[in-house]
């Protein structure tokens, strides 16, 4: 079965500009994730979905970044208004669980999409 | 808050070298350890995990035992091979948290090169 696909896999934006990030979670997978991955660091939680409710959003680093999840399965990052701190590779990761549990639902990351800002 | 501090890379091996890369960690409870790899354009891929202290995650030749009184979940393997070339993580989920989901955090990454 597919993975976890995420478009596009590079985009180059000039500040000022807004971008989409798309990720596709795995079929079924009630979890979704976003991340964000400075270069040379590891990723840092963004927001969490459960089917198309937005529990949190804790991670977002200002009001310029926005995300949904309509239906429940393919889910959009939107980057308004780009600024160069935002230059990053953004991860998506889905999981199969509903509800945490004592044992860990293991999350099932894309490839990420690399954003540039110049 | 929890946090992950792991080796800094990036490392340098041989082809069947040992590998240790050592990943210390701060946490309220006793959380979930995990060892995540990324290889050169692909995503994330959980590479092992433990649960529980003295509990050894393995597998593809790597493992690591979840250490309580030294906090630390260091990661080996006896003999590295050029297909071990990535980047590894180590991370945690605190089974505690106020959350309704796996909130997992992670390491800074290490790098790793083997060469033949």
């Known amino acids: 079965g597919a993975g976890v696909s995420q478009s596009p896999r590079y985009k180059v934006a000039k500040r000022g500009q807004d971008v989409a990030l798309r990720c596709d979670p795995i079929?079924?997978?009630?979890?979704l994730f976003w991340y964000q991955q400075a270069l040379g660091q590891g990723p840092e939680f963004l927001t969490y979905f459960q089917n198309e409710a937005q529990l949190d959003k804790s991670g977002l680093p200002s009001d310029r970044f926005f995300a949904e999840r309509p239906e429940g399965s393919v889910s959009t990052l939107k980057i308004q208004r780009t600024q160069q701190e935002d230059s990053a590779v953004y991860l998506c990761a889905s999981s199969l669980a509903i509800s945490r549990r004592t044992v860990y639902n293991e999350q099932f990351f894309g490839p990420g999409t690399r954003l540039t800002v110049l | 808050g929890d946090s992950v501090t792991q080796m800094e890379g990036p490392v340098t091996l041989s082809e069947e070298a040992f590998l240790t890369i050592n990943c210390t960690y701060t946490a309220t409870g006793y959380p979930s350890l995990f060892w995540y790899v990324q290889y050169p354009g692909e995503g994330l891929q959980l590479l092992l995990k433990a649960t529980k202290a003295d509990d050894k995650g393995s597998n593809k030749g790597f493992e690591a035992t979840y250490r309580k009184e030294t906090t630390s979940f260091h990661l080996e393997k006896g003999s590295v091979q050029v297909s071990d070339s990535a980047v590894y993580f180590c991370?945690?989920?605190?089974?505690?948290?106020?959350?309704?989901?796996?909130?997992?955090?992670f390491g800074p990454g290490t790098s790793l090169s083997v060469i033949p």
């Open positions: 079929s079924g997978h009630v979890s």
């Open positions: 991370a945690l989920s605190d089974p505690r948290a106020k959350t309704s989901y796996d909130k997992v955090i």
